[in-house]
């Protein structure tokens, strides 16, 4: 068995204590069987269907503990293997064959690209282009100013927790804490806006669906700068497995300000175990030092953020200043 608890800073108490108005507690889980994580080229199917796992006194499905995305980070949406043109580090393109990368995040349409309208598409291209030394302040990296991913960006950016209390569902971000309610309460008005919109979710068996709202379209999906506006409407699915350590995050993205159609983006999600190894990445946690005999207890450590630090944002920030 083994048990979650957090080293986080007060904000994020606090927004918890002020979100659920319940007592935070150590949630025990038998360890599924694994290895250590390694980026996969592939998205596993998942179905919904019926919930067979345990269940919260709250009627919940159980899908608490640490979570990391499966195939790559939040450099580029469209190649999630392929980085950004131009980044610090990297030894020119990817050696390995786009067709031995791991497919678009974008599942629909087929082709695996955002369906701009043309305007916007020039706009995602610039702020591609301009990313290292931007001539515009909305060129910037959100995240190079230590402002939240934003949603769905979070998914594809550290490794995360959940944390379930009856009638709410927790995302905790190293950039944020998202809050999803559950069973019918309204929405926020539409004039309120939020880096990471507003939730209001519900389940059904095996799939946690969500819609999303009020979005303040600041954050991008990614470095290479697809975006969205404050119209946007996203239509959440998280899928998960029959035993909890896997889900499949799809989310259906309306705006027909910005996009020809609806499209589809997939992002897979495996749970944390103790035969995986914490990388500073994926999983953000340790192991306590407990007592013999007492039941292992898993820390999730906060990252730190300092503005104009790391390699996208010395440029960016320094460049529109």
């Known amino acids: 068995m083994m048990a979650y608890s957090m080293k986080t800073n007060w904000l994020v108490q606090i927004a918890t204590a002020a979100a659920l108005l319940a007592g935070t507690q150590a949630h025990a889980q038998q360890p599924p069987p694994g290895a250590g994580i390694q980026r996969e080229k592939t998205v596993t199917q998942l179905e919904p269907g019926r919930w067979t796992g345990k269940r919260l006194a709250d009627g919940q499905p159980d899908v608490q503990g640490h979570w990391s995305n499966t195939i ?112 019918g309460k309204p929405h926020l008005p539409e004039n309120i806006k939020l880096w990471n919109a507003d939730s209001r979710g519900r389940w059904e068996g095996n799939t946690l669906i969500v819609d999303v709202t009020n979005n303040n379209a600041k954050a991008r999906l990614a470095r290479t700068g697809e975006f969205f506006s404050e119209n946007v409407h996203i239509e959440e699915r998280y899928i998960f497995n029959s035993d909890g350590t896997r889900y499949n995050y799809v989310a259906t993205i309306t705006d027909p300000t910005v996009f020809t159609r609806p499209w589809t983006a997939t992002i897979p999600a495996r749970r944390f175990s103790l035969q995986d190894e914490p990388d500073g990445w994926h999983y953000e946690v340790a192991l306590a030092n407990q007592p013999p005999g007492k039941e292992p207890l898993i820390e999730r450590y906060e990252r730190i953020c300092v503005e104009n630090n790391g390699p996208f944002g010395n440029i960016a920030v320094l460049g529109a200043k």
């Open 72 to 183: 790559a980070n939040h450099n580029n949406w469209t190649d999630p293997q392929g980085g950004v043109p131009g980044d610090p580090g990297r030894n020119g393109p990817p050696k390995t064959p786009r067709s031995e990368r791991a497919p678009s995040r974008v599942s629909d349409p087929a082709d695996g690209e955002v369906p701009f309208q043309p305007w916007a598409r020039a706009v995602q291209q610039d702020f591609l282009k301009y990313f290292h030394n931007p001539i515009k302040e909305e060129y910037i990296e959100p995240l190079a100013r230590c402002a939240p991913a934003g949603v769905p960006k979070s998914f594809t950016w550290h490794g995360y927790e959940i944390r379930q209390f009856p009638g709410y569902v927790l995302f905790l971000f190293n950039s944020g804490t998202r809050v999803i309610h559950l069973y």
